[in-house]
């Protein structure tokens, strides 16, 4: 019984012994930490260093006389800087550090007793343990290091600048392209605060960016282009035969054409040189005007006596040009180092061969001609009536054709075989190139009115010409009034069709010393025939007054006259055109003639031009 009391007793003793076993480790603790206050009263902490120097134990006037002794380093110390061309060597101070030895062994001392006593107790015992290093206190002017930096960004900084290709008159050159490059001042400053901040010699990095250009090298353009520079370019058609033009541009030619551009090509840029598209194409559309061409077919002759066509010139092909394409192939052989390029044009056939036979075309006969004549005219009107007559010789008209004289005629100019003679222009009859072209015009109109063709455009002289109702005997046929056509290219055109299945063949003759010319018409008769029936002029009116004018080009009382009266009219006529036995179609062609005034040209000081006019017979009526 005693036992377990006694027991009982002891094991409620322990927590008490804890308890003051715990109170005194407590106190041993305290009184520990307050000696150790009273130990290090006014001294650094042990363990306590400043940039790797040791203060521990000293007074914060001694830790600072020791620091300012020890730490050189704003002084000695030396930053580099580095860029991929130069590198830069600077001590702190150079850069605007100052280091204050007072704060920062202040700030030694301070380490271990501001803030929680707890924790500062622990940051005591981990000093003492395992050391603590305390920053130096630096006073860092950034203004200092800023200007450094500027210094160097002087240096380093450089525009981007991309790659270009001059051409001076012939001569090729290249500018490498120039990688941009700009520091980064304010980046750069916060690694270099971070630096100065180790007290200890280092590199501070160069925060630099960088802009490459879209272009960097075009030294192989710049060969391409003096490849193309290197000798003329001369321009063929394809198959070209001996007979067949060229076209040669010279080296100064080409480097006015020469053109530069910048692509992309898959994200990348590239730079190309050829010919400029723009400038090459202004070029080649005045080719384009000598080499395009209708498809003409062969020309032929009836032979009366074995009823055979014979040709008389060959067939030639038509051709176009294709601008675009030529460029792009003529480029293309450039930079091939090729300087003979072939263009590319497209060729169509005509349609008929000079292999053709009539049985073939369908003409086999003929089926309608037609004769004026042209007594009076001047050797210069004589000369345009042969002129323009030979363009029609031997030409073919597809079936259902509608043929336009104006198509055929081409440029009526002197280079082209034609003369200056009288023509109606502006309500006068002047002196230009061409007149008697409508003689040939009206011959035609007349060989198509009486061949039974449609006609499909016609247009009438101003006035009545007294060549166009002469007949073969010199005397005039007022039944021919009405029967004229005018062209005048492209404003005024000739049109008849060919409503046959058949090819029409027309040949033209004219006959100089006979003053006549013939137009006659081959093909395969389809039984049609014409009547018609003429008004013949009415609502004549008398011309008006003959007109005196002066001309500073003529002698004083020399008078010669320049225009000739006509009456004007109206003149109607009728045609019927007969097939089968039934009218095929009917059609009228009506003509209004203006009444025109003779005129009479005199010089300068000639005295009552009226009355020589009428002594020499001209402008004025005989009896007037």
Known sequence: MNRRIASRENWRRIPVILLGGFALYLALLVAWALAYQLIYAGRIFPGVSVAGVEVAGLRPADAASKLSQTLSYPINGKVLFRSPEQMWVASPAELGMVFDPTASANAAYAFGRTGNPFKALWLQAQARG??????????????????????????IDQPQVEASLKLEGTNVSAQPGQVGRLLNLDATMIYLGAQLQTFRDGESPLVIAEA????????????????????????????????????????????NMIGVSVIENNGQA??????????????????????????????????????????????KSGRVLDVEASI???????????????????????????????????????????????????????????AAAARYHGVLVAPNEIFSMGKYLGDVSL?????????????????????????????????????GFPIIERYSHAYRVVYYEKTIS???DPSLAGLDATVYFPLV?????????????METYVDVAARKIT???????????????????????????????????????????????????????????WRGGAIYFTDEFHTHYQPWAAVCQYGPGTENPEKKAKRQQICFPVNS
């Open 212 to 255: 490459a250009p879209r272009l960097l090298d075009v030294s192989s353009q710049a060969e391409t282009a003096r490849m193309i520079l290197s000798q003329p370019l001369t321009l063929i058609l394809p198959n070209a035969r001996a007979e067949d033009p060229s076209w040669t541009y010279d080296i100064a030619t080409l480097a």
């Open 493 to 505: 055109d000739f049109k008849f069709q060919n409503d046959t299945p058949y090819w029409l063949l």
């Open 270 to 315: 590239e730079m190309q040189v050829g010919l400029n598209p723009s400038a090459f194409r202004a070029a080649l559309s005045e080719l384009k005007a000598g080499i395009d061409r209708e498809p003409e077919n062969a020309r032929f002759v009836f032979n009366d006596q074995s009823g055979q066509i014979e040709p008389i010139l060959a067939s």
């Open 519 to 577: 137009w006659k018409m081959y093909s395969t008769s389809d039984g049609r025939s014409v009547t018609w029936d003429t008004s013949g002029p009415t609502n004549v009116v008398s011309p008006p007054q003959p007109i005196l004018e002066e001309n500073p080009d003529l002698k004083a009382d020399e008078i010669k006259q320049v225009d000739y009266a006509a009456q004007g009219a109206d003149v109607t006529v009728t045609r019927t055109v």
């Open 130 to 155: 395992r050391g603590a290093d305390v920053s130096p206190v630096v006073i860092f002017d950034q203004r200092v290091s800023y200007r450094y930096l500027q210094n160097i960004a002087a240096q």
């Open 328 to 386: 792009a192939a003529i480029n293309a052989a450039l930079l091939r180092g090729e300087h003979r390029v072939e263009l590319v044009v497209s060729e169509s056939q005509p349609d008929v061969a000079d292999t053709a036979s009539g049985a073939e075309l369908g003409v086999t006969q003929l089926v309608a001609q037609h004769t004026t004549y042209f007594y009076g005219s001047s050797a210069e009107r004589i000369q345009n009536i042969v």
């Open 474 to 476: 010199g005397s005039y």
């Open 415 to 451: 280079e082209n075989g034609f003369a200056e003679a009288l023509i109606i222009y502006g309500g006068r009859t002047i002196k230009g190139v061409g007149g008697g072209v409508c003689q040939v015009s009206t011959t035609l109109f007349r060989a198509a009115f009486f061949a």
